[in-house]
């Protein structure tokens, strides 16, 4: 076709047959263009434009025996170019939001991580400073499952007297780890 047009039409003036359509040169030469010019004005100066734009033509030409009246032709094909576009941003911003929340999510994590290593390990250090009992007391009453009863008799001490000594213990701790940077925040009032 010399000038342009291409042909949808079978001898007997119906919708084309799939051995009628166009080429894929012919729909190149007519559509590039301008579907080029909307997915640009679309998107922008993008690394992504010229993708589109080839995914853009390939539907057109995969679905072209599904287009019932060629005299729509130009408005099908923008259609199809819009839908598109619209696909592409929709993609985009989810992946912005979930690589977002992602990286957000990772960098809290690491930060968070980070902090706590910190923190265990001055607590750690902090602990080794108390006497051989206070740190028992403490470990036990911290992480233990067991109830003060139960820590009271392992211990040999009555109840009141085991209440005592981990008062004591966690007064020595907390005037220790006022002391250092990194645990002084777990002590302020917000923190808690």
């Not at 729909?27 to 995914?55: I, M, P, S």
């Not at 819009?82 to 941003?89: D, F």
């Amino acid at each position: 076709m010399p000038d342009g047009s291409l042909d949808f039409q079978s001898p007997s003036g119906r919708a084309a047959t799939t051995a009628r359509l166009p080429s894929s040169e012919q729909l190149y030469a007519r559509c590039a263009r301008r579907v080029g010019r909307h997915v640009a004005r679309a998107l922008g100066a993008d690394d992504d434009v010229d993708d589109l734009v080839q995914d853009v033509l390939i539907t057109i030409f995969t679905k072209l025996g599904t287009l019932r009246d060629p005299a729509l032709f130009d408005a099908w094909v923008a259609c199809i170019t819009t839908n598109k576009i619209r696909q592409a941003i929709r993609q985009r911003s989810r992946t912005r939001r979930v690589l977002g929340t992602w990286r957000a999510v990772q960098d809290d994590t690491y930060r968070a991580d980070f902090d706590g290593r910190v923190v265990a390990s001055r607590a750690m250090t902090l602990l080794e400073t108390l006497s051989p009992d206070e740190r028992a007391l403490l470990t036990a009453h911290w992480f233990a499952a067991g109830s003060a009863d139960h820590i009271a008799a392992r211990r040999g001490y009555s109840i009141s007297t085991l209440q005592r000594r981990i008062r004591r213990a966690q007064a020595r701790f907390e005037k220790l780890a006022r002391r250092d940077a990194s645990l002084a925040k777990c002590f302020e009032p917000d923190a808690l």
